[in-house]
């Protein structure tokens, strides 16, 4: 057999497909002091030398080390194509028209076994080939912004995100959605709550935690909420649609400035806190949770503020944290620092002397809780009060990472401390409550299953 026949694979692993007169992309049964399993033999990335990866029949690969093959027994040839089937777009000029704009999350995808990397869908006709539903929901067309992980989107990319929405809604689109890595989907949907005002249609971001060659991917599921919200949801607010729950009943529809991923890897991985979600897309239908939300209009007017101050941090405190995080701050030109205190927002005293000279120098200092849940309480305690003296600022119930992203912009915009202190206090898109939900913290702790049966006792 040529070296094209074992794809990646060497060593130990090598040595066994020779043996058994096994190649990539035969359908095998390897036997295993464990017991049998069958599947295909995958492609390998460089770097490991001792496994053969099988794709079984429910989907999943697995992971064979080669000491433990006690046979292997070729039963079948099936070479998999991981290629996207593309097939034109249908066009309904009843249908609503829907844009997806991508910054480089994988919305439908495969994955490429030779390279390991994800392989996405995203022009029209892929994702209509991925995903054939989407035709009966919307006209949609697509614009591929970035191609990104998540980790590596920033001012400069939200800037551009905003420009492309605004030009977007201006140009008569009936919704947006936005395809986004899930690891920092919740920072992009606060820069764009703040930098995008006044929309007159749904802005919606989504995103998967498991490629679509996953049985329990979310791909599908969320891609589908995501153009039905943009193309008929009522609420005309930046928000994410993701999973409700472990299972694929529905979609929630998350406020930009309250949401936040709570799980590296469950599928509802997005949660709101300190509030609830706008609502749910469930099989096409709308059911909001509240009254308080930005309606749909029909006109095309939107603002957009897309300036980013950079030099802005989220300090979080821990235990025994040293003046130098803070002096390095300040030495390095920071504008503006996003505090994540404990409790109801203190830090330690050996702080108290560089937060003087940052607030002297000029640096913008605001306080938060690392709790998520909960309000900022610096009048409680002597250690908030000094704090505020220092000229830190309080931010109520803004999560840490919003607070961020909103410091952020509001440098972009202001910069007279009275301004900035003014302008981060007023609440734009919900970053701020008036109060939380007294099922807010519960919800996910065990469900309103739980808090009926304590009202019921109670009562």
Known sequence: MSDDMYQGYRGPALSVMKRENASVWDQVVITTPQGKVEGIILPRSAGDDSHIVLKMITGYNIGIASTSVQ????????????KIPEKD??????????IILGTGGTIASRLDYRTGAVIPAFTPGE???????????????TKKLFGVFSE?????QWKVLAENIEKEIEGGIRGVAIGHGTDTMHYTGATMSFMVQGSPV????VGSQRSSDRPSSDAARTLIGSVTTAAYSDAAEVMVCMFGTTSDRFCYLHRGTRVRKMHSSYRNTFKTLGDIPIGKVEDGRFTYFREDYKRRREDREVKIYPHFEEKVAILYYYPNMHPDMVE???DKGYKGIVIAGTGLGHVNKPLYEPLKRAHEEGIHLFMTVQTLYGYVQMYVYDTGRDLMSFGIVPLENMLPEVAYCKLGWTLGQVQDPEAVRKLMLTPIAGEITPREPYDGFVQGQGGMETVERFLAEYN
């Open 89 to 98: 777009f249908p066009f309904d000029p009843a249908k609503p028209n829907v």
């Open 127 to 141: 994702l209509f080939g991925a995903v054939p539903e989407l035709a009966d929901i919307a006209n949609i067309t």
């Open 152 to 156: 590596n989107m920033g001012p400069h």
């Open 71 to 82: 046979s292997l027994e070729v039963v079948g040839s099936k070479k998999a194509n991981y």
């Open 202 to 205: 749904p802005i919606v971001m």
């Open 328 to 330: 390095s701050l300040i």
